[in-house]
């Protein structure tokens, strides 16, 4: 059993920058895949970053040069160092690991964090 805790969010400026971080518990952290997705108001969830236990990357076009993600496996946490703010990155964002390769697929991630508020005013 993993679980999840985001931390990070909160409101910021258009343009502005945030740090969200999800802590694992559980000692095979550095095993998983970690992944971070979003749901906006009224809209399905969707795919942000991921991150693979050897550190393979894969990302959604909406966030290219912008966001990033990082794993601290000392720590059991990963990062998602999110820039240049628009309003339309507004949502909940989830964290989410699994014991699979890389994934854009939430339904294929077995373990979720109860998510953190991200606004960007514009």
């Known amino acids: 059993q993993v679980q999840l805790v985001e931390s990070g969010g909160g409101l910021v400026q258009a343009g502005g920058s945030l740090r969200l971080a999800c802590a694992a518990s559980?000692?095979?952290?550095?095993?998983?895949?970690m992944g971070w997705f979003r749901q906006a108001p009224g809209k399905e969830r969707e795919f942000v970053f991921a991150?693979?236990?050897?550190?393979?990357?894969t990302y959604a076009p909406s966030v290219n040069g912008r966001f990033t993600i990082s794993r601290d496996n000392a720590k059991n946490t990963v990062y998602l160092q999110m820039n240049s703010l628009k309003p339309e990155d507004t949502a909940v964002y989830y964290c989410?690991?699994?014991?699979?390769?890389?994934?854009?697929?939430?339904?294929?991630?077995?373990?979720w964090g109860q998510g953190t508020q991200v606004t960007v005013s514009s």
């Open positions: 989410a690991a699994r014991s699979g390769r890389l994934s854009v697929s939430g339904t294929l991630y077995d373990y």
């Open positions: 559980g000692r095979t952290f550095s095993t998983y895949t």
């Open positions: 991150i693979s236990a050897s550190g393979s990357k």
